[in-house]
């Protein structure tokens, strides 16, 4: 957990100095710096403040199953809060952009500094650019974070919830059966997950509609310590070859074998899409495919909402700028007020356009982006009424 800590560290340590090596080939002007700072400082204040708080209330809402479940000191804070935090304030990114954008935008226009630039010929299409960059950047970030880092910490952040905080794990399947590959067919009876064991296992190959070979075991057992996967270990296995009119029988005590199918396949536990990177994502997607499984709809959801959440900073972004931008009698309250709604609003429709996907058979990739492309038409509404 440390060293993963210490990954993201170096990770934001590398892309700061990358990305102001960049900044500085571009033509940014005094103006630019001073936006593109308070937007970044005030992003990160934001995370700070919100995520500070939703840790008051975890630790008051977990403290006494911590207490029960013996959780020691060290695993609550580097197991569960240190990935805690990473996790959280990057599924809220886009939010937290919104919520920093009207509040030091809001500031500036209360000062009359935004009337100052405007009145001294820049554009709001112009004064656009140093919000759109630092979005660049936040964006760019949050996606790798989001696609290749803190899937493990969530790993490690499961795997502590599990024995810590909610006991209640799935850990068997009945009845399972799935394509393994095309014209290949698996079946186990029971599987337990602790053990990684199977019983009653079959496997059928065809060729068109006929049936090739049968291959039953009593028990077969998933070979955890094997360097490549998918090695499988089948007990007391009886195997039927139809070969024309002739059938071949052989069976055997023990049989190493290997069936693509690994334990993941098998069990499905709350969250699990949260824990494949980018490309492991896609990749068991494919594979569920391939073997005819309709349960991918929450893989297919996380994969695309991954990669709409960081186009959501530029949108969201669009739309505060274009609030709070003019000078009001009230202050910073009512772009504030209406910020915070239109927060509310997207996160319900994430949540209700997800939903939909699971249970509705609404299209997953639609799912993921119906909040964006709505929130589009806001945004350029918003844009036409900011001043110029």
């Known amino acids: 957990m440390k060293q993963q800590l210490k990954e ?22 005094t103006i630019d710096w001073y936006i593109i700072r308070k937007f970044i400082g005030t992003y990160f204040f934001s995370i ?24 020691p000191l060290s695993a609550i804070v580097f197991d569960y809060y240190a ?14 952009v919104f919520i920093a954008v009207i509040f030091f935008t809001s500031k500036l226009a209360g000062n009359s500094e935004i009337i100052a630039m405007l009145a001294a010929g820049i554009s709001f299409k112009r004064l656009l650019r140093p919000y759109m960059l630092s979005c660049v950047a936040i964006a760019l970030l949050s996606f790798y974070l989001s696609a290749y880092v803190i899937p493990h ?40 997950n602790k053990q990684r064991r199977a019983y009653g296992f079959s ?14 075991a009593v028990q077969a057992q998933y070979d955890t310590i094997a360097q490549d ?6 007990q007391q296995w009886r195997q039927r070859e139809m070969r024309g009119l002739k059938e071949q029988i052989t069976s055997g005590e023990e049989l190493d074998t290997i069936i693509a199918l690994e334990p993941t396949d098998l069990i499905y536990s709350k969250g699990q899409q949260e824990t494949f990177t980018l490309p492991q994502l896609r990749q068991y997607i494919q594979r569920q495919r391939q073997r005819g499984s309709t349960n991918v709809v929450q893989y297919q959801v996380e994969y695309h909402k991954r990669i709409a959440a ?30 915070m709604a239109l927060s509310f609003i997207y996160i319900m429709l994430q949540t209700v356009c997800s939903t939909f996907a699971v249970n509705a058979d609404f299209p997953p990739m639609l799912a993921a982006w119906l909040p964006n492309l709505l929130f589009a038409v806001v945004a350029y509404f918003c844009y036409r009424q900011a001043p110029n």
């Open 8 to 29: 993201i560290v170096t990770l934001w340590s590398d892309f700061r100095r990358f990305f102001a090596q960049q900044l500085q080939r571009l033509p940014l002007q």
């Open 48 to 71: 700070a403040l919100i995520i500070s708080i939703s840790i008051v209330f975890d630790v008051n809402e977990n403290l006494a199953k911590f207490t029960q479940n013996d959780a």
């Open 83 to 96: 990935n805690f935090v990473p996790y959280f304030a990057n599924l809220f990114s886009p939010l937290f």
């Open 153 to 192: 910490g969530t790993v490690t952040r499961q795997q502590f919830e599990a024995r810590y905080k909610n006991k209640r794990r799935v850990t068997t399947a009945e009845n399972v059966q799935l394509q393994v590959s095309p014209g290949v067919v698996a079946f186990f009876q029971h599987y337990d």
């Open 203 to 216: 496997l059928d190959q065809f060729q068109g509609k006929k049936l090739v070979s049968h291959l039953t």
């Open 229 to 234: 996967r998918y090695h499988w270990h089948l």
């Open 310 to 339: 960081s186009f959501a900073s530029f949108i969201l972004t669009l739309i505060g700028l274009s609030l709070s931008a003019r000078k009001r009698k009230g202050g910073m309250g009512l772009a504030l007020g209406i910020g």
